[in-house]
């Protein structure tokens, strides 16, 4: 607390996924080695054809200030990929491009909430879903759903948890933290409680939409009767590996996007004009251009999966898609290890951290503090060291 500073930011918490992160390159810096599986980043490189039209744009001279819902072209490409990939029609009004999924976001709760209207979050949810809400004066309402329901919510929860004040719902399939991918049959049984209730709009994060290892990806604002309360947020971090380039967009209602523009244009305006050009490139190639990394996750998934299953006190699902695992570690609740005692999930990613080098984050950011989150999204020699270390420090 720095009285200086605004009840705003002092109320706030600070990113768990980027706190971690920055710890552990901090004790890198102190020479220690450490492994980072604490940051949803992939590491494989740009594609070189995404590379070269961020070049080509720098030679052609792109500088200015791009509109600030991005460039026409690029709405045009994103339209294109909505149809391609989700089936879903969307104008160019529909569209607006952030800097980043989490600007995205970021603008939807600013545009839609009031002070105290009533944010769905099925838990466990992505870190920043609550904090941007409260930021906002939303108040996050917790579903919680556990690992043996494969941390997905029933339609019945669903409706419990809805009151008078609820004004949005947020939710991403395939998940993070959990891998988990709604079906088609399960997000229809969620929308047939929704269109009860036509005052809540549905914010649907797809930024892991090709990280999918069980096939059909289905978009909440395909159902017809959703389509004209869902905001369908994407973006190209995670498909193209594109996370510090900082492009992500929504297609929305048309007076929603209208909304986020206006928002946009006082806060930060357009995203950087090269990365935009660039996305144009990465949407107009078919996903079957980023298949080798989809096939690497999905061999990591395998190993991590494994090399979990032989650590005592790991109770782990199966993933589907994204590139996490989000294992139950409550059984080391209560237990003394090297002379620490751990008491919550955060206890045991410190004690992951500074006894085996390897850094994870706490479940309790992302909604469930019976477990930790461990991020795949890094090399096969990485993970296998990491699970080695993580096996010993416990035993
Ligand atoms: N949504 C989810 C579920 C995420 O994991 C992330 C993390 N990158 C984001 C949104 C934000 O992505 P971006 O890099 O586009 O801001
Ligand atoms: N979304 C990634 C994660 O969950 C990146 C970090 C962040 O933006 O919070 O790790």
Redesign the pocket.
């Known amino acids: 607390m720095n009285p200086k500073l605004s009840r705003r930011v002092n109320e706030m918490t600070t990113s768990a996924t980027l706190a971690m992160a920055a710890k552990a390159r901090e004790l890198k810096e102190q020479g220690k080695n450490i492994i980072g599986l604490s940051l949803?980043e992939p590491d494989f490189t740009i594609p070189e054809f995404v590379k070269e039209a961020a070049i080509e744009a720098i030679k052609q001279d792109y500088h200015s200030y791009s509109p600030v819902d991005g460039y026409g072209d690029l709405k045009k490409a994103i339209i294109t990929k909505f149809k391609r990939d989700n089936n879903l029609d969307y104008k160019p009004s529909q569209i607006v491009v952030s800097t980043?999924?989490?600007q995205s976001?970021a603008n939807l709760a600013q545009v839609l909430l009031n002070e105290g209207d009533e944010v769905l979050l099925p838990a466990p949810y992505?870190v920043s879903y609550a904090d941007i809400s409260l930021l906002s004066g939303g108040i996050p309402v917790e579903i919680p759903a556990k690992i043996e329901t494969d941390f997905k919510i029933t339609p019945e929860a669903l409706e419990a948890a809805i009151t008078p004040k609820t004004k949005m719902m947020i939710y991403?399939s395939p998940c993070?933290p959990s891998g988990s991918v709604y079906s088609k049959e399960e997000l229809r049984a969620l929308a047939d409680v929704l269109v009860k209730y036509p005052d809540i709009i549905v914010v649907s994060?797809e930024?892991y939409e090709h990280i999918n290892f069980v096939g059909e990806h289905v978009s909440m604002a395909a159902f017809e009767d959703m389509y004209d309360r869902t905001v369908t947020v994407n973006?190209v971090?995670k498909a193209y590996s594109m996370?510090g380039w900082r492009i992500?967009y929504i297609g929305a209602p048309e007076y929603i996007a209208k909304a986020c523009n206006k928002m946009q244009g006082q806060i930060t305006s357009g995203a950087n004009c090269i990365a935009q050009r660039a996305t144009i490139v990465a949407l107009e190639n078919p996903p079957s251009k980023i298949q080798y990394m989809i096939d690497a996750f999905k061999e990591r998934r395998k190993l991590i999966l494994e090399l979990l299953a032989a650590i005592p006190g790991f109770k782990t699902n199966e993933p589907e898609g994204a590139f996490y695992v989000f294992p139950d570690i409550s059984y080391y609740f209560g237990k003394t290890l090297k002379g620490k005692t751990i008491n919550t999930a955060e206890d045991f990613a410190m004690f992951l951290l500074e006894e085996a080098g390897v850094a994870t984050v706490t479940g309790e950011a992302f909604g469930d503090d019976n477990c930790i989150r461990i991020s795949y999204a890094a090399s096969e020699s990485d993970i296998k060291e990491a699970m080695r270390r993580i096996k010993e420090a416990l035993s």
């Open positions: 949803g980043g999924a989490k976001l992505w991403s993070n994060d930024i973006g971090s996370t992500g």
